[in-house]
Structures are given as C-alpha cells and as structure tokens.
C-alpha cells in the first residue's frame, strides 16, 4: 500500500477554549502532548524542546481526529483517548504498566496513587507511581490527572498550572476534589 506523503511525524499546536495545547506524533502514534498554555509560542517551544519532535504539521488522519476529541474534550465533552495510538519507546517497564494500568481509567473515575500502583502489579510504591506519573509523556491521553493522593487529596501535578490545573481538568468530568460544600449549598438553599 502506498501513501500519500512520505512525512510521519509532525506537530501541531491548537487553540482550544482552555488554552493552546500541542501535540506531537511520529509513525508509531503520539509521542508528545502538551497541556494548555496562554500563548501559541509557549507550547511550540515546549514541543521543540523533546527529541524526536518533527518540524512537519501534516497531518494523517487519526491526528485530524485526535485534535478534534481534545478540541471536543476541552470543551466540556466526555471523550475517550483509550484508542489513541501512542509510542512509548524508551519508557521503562515499571512506566509502562502504570501508563497502561492508568489508560484504563474513564471519563470522570479516579484512583489513588497507591491503588494505581497494586493494580499495574507494583502494590506499595505509590510514590514512584507519582514519579512515573510525573513523566507522562502524554497527559490527558494517559490520563495521570485522575490520579489523586491518598485520602482524595489532589496530589502533585507537573503540568503549566501545576495542581490548578489538575482540579479544573477533574472538574471538567464532574469530579469534585477536596471536602463536600455545605448541606445547604448542596441544595440550593
């Protein structure tokens, strides 16, 4: 089969309703994603600084759709990024199973630390988790947000905005973080 155009990797920067957000890929799938920033420039200089970022923005279809679901996604929609295909080599295999264990989780559903670790096979190392977590090479897609501290605390968070921005992104899946309002404002009163 042949393609149409010889170029596989490329980038793009897109402006979304929460910022402008950037994405790179090679012919194995996503191998960046930068979450949003104020200003265009701010993420292509993000994107450029990794090895392995091509200059190209061509752009294969399932990049074209990929854009569209974080454009989608940022605007409120319940989009799911589990069948994105992304390429994790030079990723270790203690990084790998927590990626993948972490791919798992929907729209909306959290886990902790600790609960994230036991299920990708590494039970007691919740802090090594949040190391890996931290070098997520493709937040959102591996969606490292919904993963809080024990006893529902935010947790860290490495993304522009730190874990600001780790709030507002679970509260745009209806996942409120910290203690529940009171009685009263819970019923409109």
Not at 117 to 122: L, M, V
Not at 129 to 136: F, Q, S, V
């Amino acid at each position: 089969m042949e393609t149409t155009s010889p170029i596989t990797a490329g980038h793009a920067v897109l402006e979304t309703v929460i910022g402008f957000m950037g994405i790179a890929w090679n012919e194995n799938g996503l191998i960046r994603l930068c979450l949003p920033e104020r200003s265009r420039e701010a993420v292509e200089r993000r994107l450029m600084r990794h090895a392995g970022v091509s200059a190209s923005t061509a752009q294969p279809p399932w990049v074209v759709e990929l854009i569209a679901s974080i454009k989608a996604y940022a605007a409120g929609g319940d989009v799911d990024f589990s069948g994105v295909p992304v390429d994790l080599a030079g990723v270790d295999d203690f990084r790998l199973a927590i990626y993948t264990a972490a791919r798992k989780l929907a729209f909306g559903e959290t886990t902790t630390y600790g609960e994230l670790a036991k299920t990708a096979g590494h039970a007691g190392l919740a802090r090594e988790t949040g190391a890996a977590l931290g070098a997520n090479p493709v937040p959102l897609v591996i969606p490292c947000h919904r993963i809080l501290a024990a006893g529902g605390k935010i947790g860290g968070f490495s993304a522009p905005g730190g874990s600001a921005t780790k709030e507002k992104m679970l509260a745009m899946e209806g996942v409120r973080v910290g203690p529940p309002p009171p009685a009263q404002v819970s019923f409109g009163f």
